[in-house]
């Protein structure tokens, strides 16, 4: 007699559980009362930091060490810092971006997450992305699946060929000579661009995007991103690898989609027309 138990799907376990409740009080705590009404100022390499990444990084490094005790990399730490964290969390640590999309959160633009996950031997095994404004949160483990807040990823799957896709694309990291191609003779129907690294690999996890596609994303921004994305079914390469693990892990770049079919015909395209190696980005 089978049991009844083995055909229900996977469910988040303690851990997951309590990591998405960590995240959603920090958000309320640290964020939503700054969203709008901060102070900011420029990093080093000219990107924006405000009160509210701080405050947010402050507040989660003590809680997530309450759940594991292990090191933490955080966007907001020095590069030095970051790497000696690294190193001296091998085999597990806390990789964490208080505020990714600060550019649209100091814009009064609401699409922003806080995101969390846990790494170990250098690979994610748990992930939280949260967006404190639509209130979902996006969540993974590694070999148990993914969901948005209780329901499974994805939400839908499109089987789709590339000139009927819906594009996810940063444009500001790819070579400037692959940008414009894809500007000029864009293979797919449409595209859209949010401003927010993790939240663009949940809509491609959740079939909001059939594929995507990223010039350069920081350990941070694709950490948790890739496993949910990973965990949904999701196929990803990166532009000089198949294996997206191949290669730097302080910035990837992201090809990715739900379908094999519609991954492999996305990823050849690229290939396809991308530059030689070593050309310049679009500005």
Known sequence: ???????????????????????????????????????????????????????????????????????FVGEEMTRDEQVDAWSDGAQTLWCVDPIDGTSNFTCGLPAFAISVA???????????????????????????????????????????????????????????????????????????????????????????????LHGGQKLWDYAAGWLIFREAGGHCASLDHDDFWDGEVWEKSVIAALDPSLFAEWKAWLRTNRPPKGARAAP
């Open 1 to 71: 007699m089978s049991d009844p138990a083995a055909s229900l799907p996977n469910r988040p376990s303690a851990l997951l559980e309590a990591t998405v409740d960590v995240v959603r009080g920090v958000a309320a705590r640290e964020v939503m009362p700054r969203f709008l009404n901060t102070r900011q100022s420029r990093k080093g390499d000219g990107s924006i930091v405000t009160e509210a990444d701080i405050a947010a990084q402050r507040a989660l490094a003590p809680l997530l060490r309450g759940l594991v005790d292990c090191g």
């Open 118 to 212: 846990l790494v170990r031997a250098g690979r994610p095994v748990l992930g939280v992305i949260y967006d404190p404004v639509a209130d979902e949160a996006f969540q993974a483990e590694d070999g148990m699946g993914s969901w948005l807040n209780d329901t499974p990823l994805p939400l839908h799957r499109r089987t789709v060929a590339l000139r009927q896709a819906m594009a996810g694309i940063e444009f500001k990291r790819i070579e400037r000579s692959l940008a414009a191609t894809l500007n000029a003779k864009s293979p797919y129907c449409s595209q859209r661009n949010y401003g927010s690294s993790a939240l663009e690999w949940c809509y491609a996890a959740a079939g909001r995007f059939d594929v995507y």
